[in-house]
């Protein structure tokens, strides 16, 4: 079992930056990979980025590359801060952290609770 706590949430006006964190807890064998999603209301779950064990990582839609990016925490395996630059109105969501036990893209089972995001125009 892993447990995650997300913080760092908050409202900020557009063009301002927030770092979220993430920190995981439990089994660190089940740690391949950790990832980032947001969720605005109303819209689907969408991948925001990943690290995998190795430090490899990844920032998915194009509407938050260049501005958003993932790493660890001192390269620790548990500890995992997303920094969000140059924020929109559009980046408004919840955002949780997830661990991916596995290699397969999709096997996200270990979820936060989330912190909102909230960017004022």
């Known amino acids: 079992q892993v447990q995650l706590v997300e913080s760092g949430g908050g409202l900020v006006q557009a063009g301002g930056s927030l770092t979220l964190s993430c920190a995981a807890s439990g089994r660190s064998s089940e740690i391949y990979a950790m990832g980032w999603f947001r969720q605005a209301p109303g819209k689907d779950r969408e991948f925001v980025g990943s690290?995998?064990?190795?430090?490899?990582?990844?920032?998915s839609p194009d509407s938050v590359k260049g501005r958003f990016f993932i790493y660890r925490d001192n390269g620790l395996l548990r500890t995992v801060r997303l920094q969000m630059n140059r924020l929109k109105p559009e980046d408004t969501a919840k955002y949780y952290c997830?661990?991916?036990?596995?290699?397969?893209?999709?096997?996200?089972?270990?979820w936060g609770q989330g912190t909102q995001v909230t960017v004022s125009s």
């Open positions: 997830a661990v991916r036990s596995g290699p397969a893209p999709s096997s996200y089972d270990y």
């Open positions: 690290i995998s064990r190795s430090g490899g990582s990844t920032i």
